[in-house]
């Protein structure tokens, strides 16, 4: 750059490559590809079944106590200042009591870390981990931010394949073939986003004799814990403690539906001592100090959150995604270009396979859902975004008169689309 003839040369102008690299890894990114297909002047409103965030359906409005715990603890004057551990303690205290509910054994607010949503909490493990020389093991379908943040500090990542014909399960074989001398975790996620299943205890008690076997550790994403309603009840990973230790990564989220308030945690179920032992405590402890953690009123709810909240509530949003969930398993089955090989049992979601031979002039996902967008004015999530060609996500958390209608478009799209030959 000329400047009155002396030229400049910045010394910032490359960015960290691994974060255009991590950056690859997000929903937002395909998600931003599809949207700009939406023609603005529609006629119709558009109608999101891309993302999990159910917070504007009045159907799934949070929990009166919930707000009111909120509203308390920002009235109190008591939380105005920088988060301290003292403010934090009743905090951690109620998250570990809230977990202990459902493992054999308790866990203390000293295994419990406070994060700003279930991001921070991926964001921080995958801090403490990463590093290059060392790999970690992700389900594949996957959530893109496990992915990412692990790209982002080099290490290396490797992909196990969930099994459809076998309601998702985790391959074990592929697990045990990928990992190495080098592998630190596994990263499991139940109930599972993308895929809607659940895993059973038998199919978890597996995968923590796997990973005790190979001497890796289980990081058990389980932001939709409790969020199910087939005929497998939840159970959370930390209940095989004993057997390997796990780190659970939780969120208010989803149950709560209420992901804009940023609150979730880590939590080290580890009876017998492992993760002290070999000082990942250590570092979770040192990584979240110098990190700026959840707004402090929030910290000084969550008690009165988790201990106000009515069964009720729990239970009416657990009834609407059944009912959702159905409605839209229903659907796609009518839908001759798209199947779901496994009705989902819990979280928001489901992967619905494309079968683009029977479409005349449709290449791929990423065609698919552009034209929807553009023609329906429907937003569905391509599965390339989530490695996985030629399927599509989308969540059945919505309004249910909203979501037939959605998936009425969808219907009529593909029936349009539909090739001569079929
Ligand atoms: C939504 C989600 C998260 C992130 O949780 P936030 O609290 O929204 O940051 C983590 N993991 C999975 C599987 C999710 O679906």
Sequence with gaps: MEDGGR??????????????????????????QVHACLDERGPRPVIALSHGDPSSAPSFRTAPEAEEALVAAVRSGE????????????????????????????????DIFLTCGGSQAIETVMSVFGQAGVNILLPMPGYPKHEAHAVFHRTEVRHYGLLPERGWEVDLEAVE?????????????????????????????????????????????EVYGHLVYGTTPFVPMGVFGETVPVITLGAISKRWAVPGWRLGWIATCDPKGILRKTKVADSLRSFISIISGPATFLQGAIPHIIKNTNDEFYNNIVKLLKETAEICYDAIDEIKCITCPHKPEGSFFMMVKLDVSQLSDIRDDVDFCSKLAKEESVILLPGKSLGMENWLRTTFASEPPTLKQGLDRVKSFCRRHQSQAN
């Design 7 to 32: 030229s400049t040369q910045w010394r910032f102008a490359a960015p960290n490559p691994t974060l255009a690299a991590a950056g690859e890894r997000s929903i937002q990114k395909a998600l931003l």
């Design 177 to 221: 073939a990928l990992a190495d001398g080098n592998t630190v975790a596994v990263v499991i996620t139940n109930p599972n986003n993308p895929c809607g299943s659940v895993y059973t205890y038998e199919h978890l008690a597996k995968i923590a004799d796997m990973a005790s076997k190979l001497g890796i550790l289980v990081i058990a994403d």
């Design 79 to 110: 939380y105005n200042g920088y988060p301290t551990p003292a403010t934090g303690l009743p905090a951690r205290r109620a998250v570990a009591e809230y977990l202990s509910r459902d493992l054999p054994y308790m866990i203390s607010h000293d």
